[in-house]
């Protein structure tokens, strides 16, 4: 043990360290530390030189590509004026068409007035004011002219250029479409009142009451007389469909009758607010200027062949605009309810005026800023019971709902038929010289309404005592489109406004489509749905599928829409949902864009904001005019290259748009490798290094690209030459449809 011990002892005496060698090891530890901080010094200002050598190299990249653009700016900013100039031949020929509308209406010479002829539309009217006791047959019969009027009116008041309307025009179509309206309906009760005279002629053999339906394309009406006053038929259903009523046994033992008078359109709710251009007197003074311009130079250029030799000077003076000039140019169009269309005559008149001088605030772009307004405040209802039809609108037709009281029946004694004529009383002399308390009572068409609840009055204090309400049934047609549960709501005549309150016990059979509710009286009701239930878009792509042949395709929460473009037509080519709808009046149909629009709002496909949409959707908010030009020249290239939502367009700003191309020829759709990632603020377009993929988002140009002035010409310096010469060859009333659509549905901001 004891030598064991002494050989540890020994060991611990070598472990321990002198102060000297401590100080030695201090001082290498020391110089250690100073060599690597020398070492990362070194090393920090290595990477700093190499990161600044780097960047002064990417920045005399980045400006010899901005100095390669600017030399080559005026030349890009030139053949995009050209190319464009397809819009303004676009314009020329609808106005062209519009002009010839009016010939071929008086040759077809078929009696019908023309819309736009106030003379001709106040003789149509007073003719069939004029003419009484028409059937239910004549009235239906006439009622598809008169909705062939108004639907022309409604076109012309939205296809029309605002600055090729005067105030006076606007209020002459929307007092015709205003007039059209109420005597359309004046005619449709009017011939019921006839038919209430023939009930008897029409009694059920085992109610001994009158039920009828008669339907057509755009109305139905349910008709119920109550001829025998039996309490024991209070619940009615007309024939084989679920519409019906329950009534009280008050109206039930009374001559009474109850009308459901169903219409596909909508003559109760506002006419829509016509767009007219902010500043009239600015686009005047352009006119104005354009009309100067114009004389002095054909007082300068031979009278033979004239206009040839205009064209040519027209061309020369092209090159010679100013930068800020051709932005100007590219800015003619004018906002219709958020949707922009072009204005010709603001761009002829810019292309005349290369020598005029503009102060720095007038050459960014004045056009856009005076016809492209910011979002308006919506003015929302104080009461909440008020549809806010900048939000909701009226879905799937009115429910005209009324109880009427029976007139005297027709007799027959001897051979003769005895009927009670009682004077009609239209809202002429007659009835202004009614009493208060009749008029109360009348409908217009001569027919008297039945007061339920019966009013107060000393002589009948029951009528204080709680009565039953009046319950219907209605049915939701299957050529309409609910997404959501629909809500209900009936007119309130004097305030003008579709209100939700007054319905009791509501029910609602989404499976069966029927909707059941209970009134204390009765109104006109509608089903409400909400306007931008399809927005914002989850995804979007434009196609080519052929020959001046385009398909948009937007997914949205509930469904998934293709809207097909051929030339100057469109049509809804596919819509997913489901087999419980009929569809046939709108799939598959050719027609003129702002007509597929109003038929696709009309179906609950509503994919086109409205200028007050951004009060009510989250959108993706981009610089109007930025957005313009990108449908613009996404329109022009669209015969060649698809277009494709992308993520990163969300994390680029307002002032830039960026978006998924490939060039599409002989494939049906573009690989996912496939797609480029681009860039454009309106001023400079630039091909992205990034893709979908990628975990962050940078504005890094792709290796090996340029900078340009438009998206046009960016796209250009990837296409194949079948591509280029495929784009040369578009049809230009093909290349406007396709920019007219996408203004209308802006992928870009509501996606």
Not at 61 to 90: G, H, M, N, S
Not at 629 to 636: D, E, F, I, S, V
């Amino acid at each position: 043990m004891g030598p064991k011990k002494k050989g540890k002892k020994e060991g611990e005496k070598k472990k321990k360290l002198t102060k000297s060698e401590r100080l030695k090891l201090q001082q290498e530890e020391e110089e250690r530390r100073l060599k690597e901080e020398e070492e990362a010094r070194l090393k920090a200002e290595r990477e700093a030189a190499e990161k600044l050598e780097r960047e002064q190299v990417e920045k005399r990249k980045w400006e010899e590509l901005v100095e390669k653009d600017q030399l080559r700016r005026t030349e890009e900013f030139e053949e995009l004026f050209l190319l464009e100039k397809c819009f303004i031949d676009a314009e020329k020929w609808k106005k062209e068409v519009r002009n010839l509308s009016k010939w071929f209406h008086y040759i077809k010479c078929d009696g019908s007035p023309d819309p736009s002829v106030a003379p001709e539309m106040n003789t149509f009217i007073s003719l069939w004011k004029e003419k009484e006791n028409e059937d239910i047959d004549a009235v239906i019969k006439q009622s598809k002219l008169v909705l062939e009027l108004i639907e022309k009116l409604e076109l012309v008041l939205l296809d029309t250029p605002p600055h090729e309307l005067t105030d006076n025009q606007v209020a002459q179509y929307q007092t015709s479409i205003m007039e059209l309206r109420e005597l359309l309906h004046f005619k449709f009760n009017e011939a019921t009142e006839t038919l209430l005279r023939q009930a008897s002629s029409f009694g059920d053999t085992d109610s001994g009451n009158m039920e009828m339906i008669i339907k057509d394309e755009n109305v139905t009406l349910y008709v119920w007389a109550n001829l025998k006053k039996n309490p024991k038929y209070k619940t009615i259903k007309f024939g084989d469909t679920d519409i019906g009523f329950t009534i009280p046994k008050l109206l039930a033992s009374s001559d009474t009758a109850v009308r459901i008078f169903h219409t596909n359109y909508d003559h109760i709710s506002p006419l829509s607010v016509v767009p007219r251009p902010v500043k009239t007197e600015i686009i005047d003074a352009i006119i104005e200027d354009f009309t100067n311009i114009e004389t002095t130079q054909e007082e300068a250029v031979p009278q033979e062949g004239s206009e040839e030799v205009a064209e040519e000077q027209e061309l020369e003076i092209v090159p010679t605009v100013p930068e800020g000039e051709v932005k100007m140019e590219e800015s003619t169009l004018f906002i219709r309810q958020s949707n922009l269309s072009v204005s010709k005559e603001e761009v002829e008149s810019k292309k005349e005026e290369p020598v005029v001088k503009r102060s720095k605030k007038e050459q960014i772009l004045p056009g856009p800023v005076e016809t492209i307004p910011e979002v308006p405040q919506a003015e929302v209802p104080t009461d909440e019971e008020v549809v806010d039809l900048k939000g909701f609108t009226p879905l799937g037709g009115i429910y005209h709902l009324n109880i009427l009281q029976l007139p005297p029946q027709a007799k027959q004694i001897k051979g003769w038929t005895i009927v009670e004529v009682s004077p009609s009383l239209p809202p002429l002399p007659e009835q202004e010289e009614a009493s208060l308390d009749k008029k109360k009572k009348l409908i217009s068409g001569g027919l008297q309404k039945f007061v339920y609840p019966p009013e107060h009055t000393d002589d009948n204090p029951e009528s204080e005592n709680h009565h039953k309400p009046i319950e219907f049934v209605i049915t939701i047609n299957r050529n309409v489109v609910f997404f959501e549960k629909p809500m209900m709501a009936r007119w309130d005549t004097e305030g003008k406004a579709w209100r939700t309150d007054g319905f009791i016990s509501l029910y609602y059979d989404m499976a069966e489509r029927n909707i059941s509710f209970s009134l204390e009286t009765v109104y006109p009701v509608t089903l409400i749905q909400d306007n931008h239930i399809h927005m914002p878009y989850e995804s979007w792509e434009l196609r080519p599928v052929g020959d001046n042949e385009v398909i948009l395709n937007v997914t949205t929460t509930f469904t998934d829409i293709d809207i097909h473009v051929k030339d100057s037509q469109c049509m809804l080519a596919a819509v997913e949902v489901g087999e419980n709808y009929e569809l046939s009046h709108l799939l598959k149909k050719w027609m003129n864009i702002s007509s597929l629009i109003i038929a696709m709002k009309q179906t609950g496909l509503n994919i086109f904001p409205s200028e007050y949409s951004g009060a009510y959707v989250a959108v993706n908010d981009k610089d109007p005019l930025v957005e313009m030009k990108t449908y613009r020249q996404m329109a022009l290239l669209a015969s060649s290259f698809s277009f494709c939502w992308s993520k990163w367009n969300q994390a680029c700003g307002p002032q830039n748009v960026i978006l998924k191309v490939g060039e599409l020829l002989k494939k049906e759709y573009v690989e996912d490798d496939e797609w480029s990632i681009y860039m454009y603020n309106g001023e400079r377009a630039q091909k992205l290094k990034i893709n979908e993929s990628s975990n962050t988002f940078s504005g890094e140009l792709e290796e090996h690209t340029e900078l340009h002035s438009t998206l046009y010409h960016m796209i250009k310096d990837f296409a194949s030459k079948e591509a280029m010469e495929k784009i040369r060859n578009s049809n230009y009333l093909f290349v406007d449809a396709v920019c007219k659509l996408l203004l209308s549905v802006r992928v870009l901001t509501y996606s």
